[in-house]
């Protein structure tokens, strides 16, 4: 019996060959603040933006208040009064 001859073995490698081809569900993939990457979220609506859980990140409305602790590793999104990522910085 080859591996292609049962149908649940040859559709299981089917599915792991094509899951393996489509790369990370999120907008930016990295885990940590990176602007070299975070930056191309400027101009997109926050409600459209896929990030990873485990990255640390807030967002900071117009006119809103934020604590001033500093954290590198941490994506910081400025947003307008309609959603609209208007800066990002590492903090």
């Known amino acids: ?14 599915m792991l060959t094509l899951g393996a081809c489509a790369g990370s569900p999120y907008d930016v993939p990295a885990r940590q603040c990176d602007l070299s990457q975070h930056q191309a979220l400027v101009g997109r ?13 807030r967002e900071v409305h117009n006119q809103g208040v934020m604590t001033r602790d500093y954290n590198p590793a941490r994506l910081t999104m400025f947003l307008d009064a309609k959603g609209w990522i208007a800066r990002v910085e590492c903090s």
């Open 1 to 14: 019996m080859t591996p292609f001859s049962h149908p649940v073995l040859c559709a299981s490698l089917l």
């Open 45 to 57: 609506n926050i409600g459209e933006v896929r990030l990873p859980p485990n990255l640390r990140k």
